[in-house]
């Protein structure tokens, strides 16, 4: 089955500074590559995705690139504001039917005012 | 948000009791999905639903037992539970299984005593 792995596991960076947050998957059948963004004590919001025939995708100040060769993509997101705290999660979908989306293990973003 | 409900919200069971947690969504969607969520793990896709039929996903344990009258409802009942099963429980549909946006519920913290 498919793996995931999420680094860093806690990221602490100044507000107005950019923050990157990686992912490595290991099934290279996966197609499809979404980000969500958990606040403390809420459910887990789907922020952006993207699919393997694309390289990168951007929405406003969050971006995702993928490198299908190397099987790893990066979150970015730039001008980090104090609501960009929270805990963000990458997966992978392989097609697999019991599979389903994998998920990695999350990183704790703080920004620092 | 109210696209997908989980009740109740909070529940503290024994380990000889038996407890059934439900979901219900709102979106039309046709596949429905329990995860568990733990301060030491990843978000763990636990069942998957797609169209009202269940796709195996035999790592879990027996005492957990999903049901899927519907296309709008899912429950996971929970019978004999461990200690180590204490988590937050949560919920999510999407449009169809795959590659699609999953909308999650709020989630039930569950505590096995």
């Known amino acids: 089955g498919e793996n995931v792995e999420q680094h860093p596991s806690t990221l602490s960076v100044q507000e107005g500074d950019s923050a990157v947050i990686k992912c490595t998957y290991s099934?290279?059948?996966?197609?499809?590559f979404p980000w969500y963004k958990q606040e403390l004590g809420k459910r887990p919001q789907l922020i952006i995705d993207?699919?393997?025939?694309?390289g990168e995708k951007k929405d406003q100040r969050i971006a995702v690139t993928l490198n299908k060769t190397a099987k790893h993509f990066s979150l970015h997101i730039t001008e980090t504001q104090p609501e960009d705290s929270a805990v963000y999660f990458c997966?992978?979908?392989?097609?697999?039917?019991?599979?389903?989306?994998?998920f990695g293990k999350g990183t704790h973003l703080i920004i620092q005012p | 948000e109210t696209g997908v409900t989980q009740t109740p919200r909070h529940l503290v069971m024994g380990m000889t009791n038996k407890k059934s947690l439900k979901c219900e969504q709102h979106?039309?969607?046709?596949?429905m999905y329990w995860y568990k969520q733990s301060a030491k793990k990843p978000l763990e896709l636990m069942f998957v639903?797609?169209?009202?039929?269940?796709?195996e996903n035999n790592s879990v344990p027996s005492r957990f037992s999903p049901e899927c009258p519907n296309s709008s409802h899912l429950f996971l009942h929970l019978h004999t539970l461990q200690p180590e099963d204490s988590a937050l429980y949560l919920c999510?549909?999407?449009?169809?299984?795959?590659?699609?946006?999953?909308?999650f519920g709020p989630g039930t913290r569950l505590t096995v005593t």
């Open positions: 993207i699919r393997s025939n694309v």
């Open positions: 999510a549909s999407s449009q169809d299984e795959g590659s699609y946006e999953q909308y």
């Open positions: 979106l039309g969607h046709n596949a």
């Open positions: 639903y797609s169209l009202e039929e269940r796709v």
């Open positions: 099934d290279s059948a996966s197609n499809y």
């Open positions: 997966a992978a979908y392989s097609g697999g039917g019991a599979d389903g989306l994998t």
